[in-house]
T-cell receptor, first 113, second 111 residues
């Protein structure tokens, strides 16, 4: 079946630290992969996506590479800011998912000055 | 931002009463989804629609029904609300399996 597994949180980092949030997936076929971000009191916003193996999605300094060989899509940022404090969700969808999205449970990130 | 609104944004209701949440879009997207978000569970799909009058169940559909009589509106109904349905409900829209766009959410409390 289809599923997404994210690293457990919460994660607390100091400003300017390096961020990695791990995400692995199980899927049939070749899904598209996504990272969404949710700020307090808001809905989810698309952060970045990748639609095929070896694609790198990037946005606002965040990056993630679609690794088919390790079925992973880890989120990284070289220097986090206080404004990056949010919950991050990894997700997949594709032609073999019945047009549904599968989300991980979310990883809460707090960045302290 | 995608044009998605949800109403009401907050609601408190009593156990056993019916509740209807509304999702409205101005993007003419074919697919619409209802999720609930609970601590420790992330997002769970309740129902989704792939066209007017075309709906299907998601992972946690028990106790919920939906209707879509127009492309722009997707209604979620709790026929008889229970305390276990206290949650934050999100509507999303999309085109097939491409990225989804989310509404601002409705916080529902069942007392």
């Amino acid at each position: 079946g289809n599923s997404v597994t994210q690293m457990e949180g919460p994660v607390t980092l100091s400003e300017e630290a390096f961020l990695t949030i791990n995400c692995t997936y199980t899927a049939t076929g070749y899904p598209s992969l996504f990272w969404y971000v949710q700020y307090p009191g808001e809905g989810l916003q698309l952060l970045l996506k990748a639609t095929k193996a070896d694609d790198k999605g990037s946005n606002k300094g965040f990056e993630a590479t679609y690794r088919k060989e390790t079925t992973s899509f880890h989120l990284e940022k070289g220097s986090v800011q206080v404004s990056d404090s949010a919950v991050y969700f990894c997700a997949l969808s594709g032609p073999n998912t019945g047009n549904q999205f599968y989300f991980g449970t979310g990883t809460s990130l707090t960045v302290i000055p | 931002d995608a044009g998605i609104t949800q109403s009401p944004r907050h609601k408190v209701t009593e156990t056993g009463t019916p509740v209807t949440l509304r999702c409205h879009q101005t993007e003419n997207h074919r697919y619409m989804y209802w999720y609930r978000q609970d601590p420790g569970h992330g997002l769970r799909l309740i129902h989704y629609s792939y066209g007017v009058k075309d709906t299907d169940k998601g992972e946690v559909s028990d106790g919920y029904s939906v209707s879509r009589s127009k492309t722009e509106d997707f209604l979620l109904t709790l026929e008889s609300a229970t305390s276990s349905q206290t949650s934050v409900y999100f509507c999303a829209i999309g085109q097939e399996f491409y990225e989804q766009y989310f509404g601002p959410g409705t916080r529902l409390t069942v007392t």
